[in-house]
């Protein structure tokens, strides 16, 4: 009974959204077709993309100790923490949704928050598999000019949010990543 | 295309982590799904309200806006749709250029696809459950500002 409380308790919002969709439906019936395609395409998306994400990340977290991250992404890890960080959003699939549980494993096994920052800029926007598909559909110049701004723009707001967030923030955020992890089920 | 490889790597590494250790390859999917299931909530309110954004904006509104004799009120909106909504990039591409190729300005494309790409709006209340409401507030604003900046670049470079 409790578990079935608390199951409807964390996905109320899930509900509420939903009979929201459904008045949106039945007052204007016209919109119904579109708002079912893009639940069909944007879900198809989601159930393809996320599966081999996790389990990739689940691999991460049992495989690769916190002691050999912290060295290749902890906070000495510097100029190659910084180029790797770059890397390893970069070379991403998937929505940016898909970057922020993947930031919580790395945070979990100490990766430095300016570190952090720039794998969540990277994965963002300069993914490699998607500048193939923007050289093709607005060409080869506007993708590299993009790809040209957006490297030193991950940097900036990189900065920027360091600045902003206060050390204690930064600790409470970390710990927050711990209870995240997904070996640990949340209270339930 | 991607998905394909990141199924392979995925399908792979998994066989390589079978070999090595059987039970420690369990413990890693059993810990991919359940994270899987620990985000699935708040995955389901982002596809619910991608679906009802997108179905009041559809490419002829988004195209009357972005036209290249839109301006500075053009480039605004494309900077706010692109905020707002939330289009993966291999459907986002295609139609950001089959709207430069109708007339929309680059600057405004520009815009658009900066924004699209490291602002959102929807995935916000996710951002800061991971990251709180500071960092994942700073990182939306700086980078919706910035996108107005690259989008400048960008139409620079493509104009010389």
Redesign the interface.
């Known amino acids: 009974m409790n578990k079935v409380k608390s199951l409807i308790g964390?996905?109320r919002?899930?509900i509420i959204?939903?009979l929201?969709?459904a008045a949106?439906v039945v007052f204007m019936p016209e919109?119904g077709p579109?708002?079912?395609m893009?639940?069909l395409?944007?879900?198809r998306?989601?159930l393809?993309?996320?599966?081999?994400?996790?389990?990739?990340?689940?691999?991460l977290?049992?495989?690769v100790p916190r002691e050999t991250l912290m060295r290749f992404m902890g906070p000495g890890s510097g100029f190659k923490g910084l180029v790797l960080s770059f890397a390893l959003g970069s070379a991403a699939?998937?929505?940016?949704?898909g970057a922020?549980?993947v930031?919580?494993v790395l945070m979990r096994k100490g990766a430095s928050f300016s570190n952090i920052?720039i794998f969540?800029?990277a994965w963002?926007?300069t993914?490699i598999?998607?500048l193939l598909?923007?050289m093709?559909?607005?060409?080869v110049?506007?993708a590299?000019?993009?790809l040209?701004?957006?490297i030193p723009?991950i940097i900036?707001?990189a900065l920027?949010?360091k600045t902003?967030?206060p050390k204690a923030?930064i600790e409470?955020?970390y710990a927050?990543?711990a209870t995240?992890d997904?070996?640990t089920?949340?209270k339930s | 295309m991607d998905t394909v490889m990141l199924y392979i790597i995925a399908a792979v590494l998994i066989a390589v982590s079978a070999v090595k250790d059987r039970d420690k390859t369990r413990k890693a999917v059993m810990k991919g799904l359940k994270s899987i299931e620990g985000i699935l909530p708040q995955l389901i309110v982002v596809l619910i309200a991608i679906a009802v954004i997108l179905s009041l904006f559809d490419a002829e509104t988004i195209s009357r806006y972005l036209g290249s004799g839109s301006g500075l009120f053009g480039v605004l909106i494309a900077g706010l749709v692109g905020a707002i909504t939330l289009i993966p990039g291999f459907v986002a591409f295609p139609a950001a250029g089959e709207l430069l190729r109708n007339g929309a300005g680059v600057l405004q494309v520009a815009t658009f696809v900066s924004s699209l790409m490291m602002v959102g709006v929807v995935t916000l209340p996710m951002e800061i459950k991971y990251f709180g409401r500071r960092a994942a507030i700073t990182r939306n604003a700086v980078a919706f500002a910035f996108s107005f900046a690259a989008a400048l670049f960008v139409a620079w470079v493509v104009s010389l």
């Open positions: 964390r996905y919002a899930v959204a939903g929201a969709l949106l919109l579109r708002v079912g893009s639940l395409e944007q879900g998306t989601m393809l993309v996320l599966p081999p994400i996790f389990l990739l990340l689940g691999l977290d049992v495989w699939a998937g929505p940016l949704y922020f549980p930031a919580a920052l969540i800029g963002s926007t993914k598999p998607m598909f923007e093709n559909a607005l060409g110049r506007f590299l000019a993009r040209a701004i957006d723009g900036i707001i920027a949010i902003v967030v923030e409470r955020i927050a990543a995240m997904a070996s089920p949340r």
